[in-house]
C-alpha cells in the first residue's frame, strides 16, 4: 500500500523557551503559579468571580510580551524552518508571540495568544488593545463579554485535529521549554511514538515525561536549541 511521504518536524514548546526572554515561566521556583492561583487567573469560573483581577493579569503579560525581545533559541527555530528541506510547524502553549517576531510562519497557538480578544457572547475574535477593560464591547455584537483569546483549564486547546495530522506526517517530534504537567500536549509524546517518530525532549532538565523521549537533551534553551538545529541543517 502506497505510504504518503512523511517529512514534517513537530515541535511543541513552553514557557522554558521564552524563559531567557525574560518571560516567568509557570511551575519553577517563584513562577507565575507561585504567584497567582491557576483557578483565580486562568480558569472561565475565576474570569466570572473577578474579571477585573483576570483582566489585570493578562493586561500585565501582555506588557511585558510586547517588550520581550526573541532568544536564540525562538531565532534558531525560524532558520530551521526556512532551511529545513520540509515542513517544520511549532506548536506553541506560549501566549507571548516570540516565534513570530523570530520569524517562524508556521506556529500553532493551541493556548492561545495574548494579541488576540475573544467575544465570550458570540465568540468573534479580533486583535487585542494593549490594555483591556471589564467595561470594553465587542465590536461584532456589542456584548461587554469580552475576554483574552487565552485557552483557560477546563476549555479545550485549539488545533487539535491539525496537530493530529501534523504528527501523522511527521518524523520527528521535538519538545522544548515545558515541563510536561499539562494535557493534552503532555501526551503528544506518547502520541508521537505510537505514530513512529522520533522523540527528542530539550529542556533545562528531565520534564515529567522524560522517560518517554528517545533522546534529551538538557541545558538552557538558548545553547542546546541552537546546536540542535545545526545539528539537523548539517549537508
Ligand atoms: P512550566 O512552567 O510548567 O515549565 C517550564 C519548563 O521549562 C520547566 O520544565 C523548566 O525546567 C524549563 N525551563 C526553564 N528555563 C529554561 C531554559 N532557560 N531553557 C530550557 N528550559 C527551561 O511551563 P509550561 O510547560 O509551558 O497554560 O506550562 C504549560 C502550560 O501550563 C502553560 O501553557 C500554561 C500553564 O498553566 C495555561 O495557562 C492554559
Not at 33 to 62: C, H, K, M, S
Not at 66 to 88: K, S, T
Not at 92 to 109: F, I, M
Not at 140 to 154: H, S
Request: hydrophobic share 40%.
Amino acid at each position: 500500500m502506497f505510504e504518503p511521504m512523511k517529512n514534517c518536524i513537530t515541535i511543541l514548546t513552553g514557557a522554558g523557551i521564552s524563559a531567557e526572554s525574560g518571560l516567568g515561566t509557570f511551575r519553577d521556583e517563584g513562577g507565575l503559579w507561585a504567584q497567582q492561583r491557576i483557578e483565580d487567573v486562568a480558569t472561565p469560573e475565576g474570569f466570572a468571580r473577578n474579571p477585573e483581577l483576570v483582566q489585570g493579569f493578562y493586561n500585565a503579560r501582555r506588557a511585558q510580551a510586547v517588550e520581550a525581545v526573541p532568544n536564540a533559541a525562538h531565532e534558531a527555530l525560524a532558520r530551521l524552518e526556512a532551511e529545513y528541506d520540509g515542513e517544520v510547524l511549532i506548536v506553541t502553549q506560549n501566549v507571548d508571540g516570540l516565534h513570530e517576531k523570530a520569524g517562524s510562519r508556521n506556529v500553532l497557538h493551541m493556548h492561545g495568544a495574548l494579541n488576540g480578544a475573544l467575544c465570550a457572547a458570540c465568540e468573534h475574535r479580533w486583535e487585542a488593545p494593549l490594555v483591556m477593560h471589564v467595561a470594553d464591547s465587542c465590536p461584532n455584537c456589542a456584548a461587554q463579554a469580552t475576554r483574552p483569546d487565552i485557552v483557560w483549564f477546563g476549555e479545550m486547546p485549539y488545533g487539535m485535529e491539525q496537530i493530529d495530522e501534523a504528527l501523522q506526517r511527521s518524523t520527528l517530534f521535538a519538545s522544548i521549554g515545558t515541563s510536561g504537567n499539562v494535557y493534552p500536549a503532555a501526551g503528544f509524546v506518547a502520541e508521537a511514538r505510537r505514530l513512529g517518530c522520533a522523540t527528542i525532549e530539550l529542556n533545562l532538565e528531565p520534564s515529567e515525561g522524560f522517560s518517554l523521549f528517545d533522546e534529551a537533551r538538557h541545558g538552557a534553551a538558548t545553547q542546546t536549541v541552537p546546536a540542535w538545529v545545526a545539528k539537523l541543517l548539517k549537508p
